[in-house]
């Protein structure tokens, strides 16, 4: 849910207009709008550079990931590895433009743990992974950039860890 929406339906169920504070906190988050559109621009236009260069400082990090045995051991494993990144790189640039990150948590954090362990995931690999993500897009950023996405990627990273 955007921060917009929360403000409405929070206003809304206790049947009143929006605070002053709220107006305010709407008002700081929409000065911040066109810098992340430009932070989800870039991340998306550099989605297969960013996970390519993550998933090289993983396994340089852990080969054991990629070695006989490793849970992206083959070519069809590793796919499905780069997959999910780029789809957790997605889902933090939706937490980005909807400030807020409850989608995140929704689409991206709910059932991952049980998914993972169920298909003998090391979440604390999934963590690293995440790290490198974070490491690489924060990169691609300036400071101010960086400083406004970061706690999106921590959110994730602390989810899978």
């Known amino acids: 849910m955007s921060v917009v929406s929360q403000v409405l339906l929070q206003a809304d169920d206790e049947l009143?207009?929006?605070s002053a504070g709220e107006l305010s906190n709407l008002s700081e988050f929409f000065k911040t709008g066109a810098m992340r559109m430009?932070?989800?621009t870039t991340l998306s236009e550099?989605?297969?550079k960013i996970v390519d260069q993550a998933s090289n400082q993983l396994w340089k990090k852990r080969p054991d990931f990629?070695?006989?045995?490793g849970n992206a051991y083959g070519s069809?494993?590793?796919a499905q590895c780069l997959r999910d990144y780029g789809w957790y790189l997605r889902l933090v640039t939706y937490g980005l433009l909807a400030g807020d990150k409850e989608p995140?948590?929704?689409i991206g954090l709910i059932g991952a743990r049980?998914?993972?362990n169920s298909l003998g995931v090391p979440?604390?690999?999934?963590a690293e992974a995440m790290r490198c993500l974070k490491d690489v897009s924060l990169s691609l950023l300036s400071d101010e950039e960086a400083a406004e996405i970061a706690p999106y990627f921590d959110f994730l990273i602390q989810g899978m860890s």
């Open 76 to 78: 069809r494993e590793r």
């Open 123 to 126: 979440m604390p690999g999934m």
């Open 46 to 48: 550099n989605e297969k």
């Open 16 to 18: 009143r207009y929006p």
């Open 104 to 106: 995140i948590e929704s």
């Open 114 to 116: 049980e998914m993972y």
């Open 66 to 69: 990629i070695s006989p045995g």
């Open 38 to 40: 430009e932070i989800a």
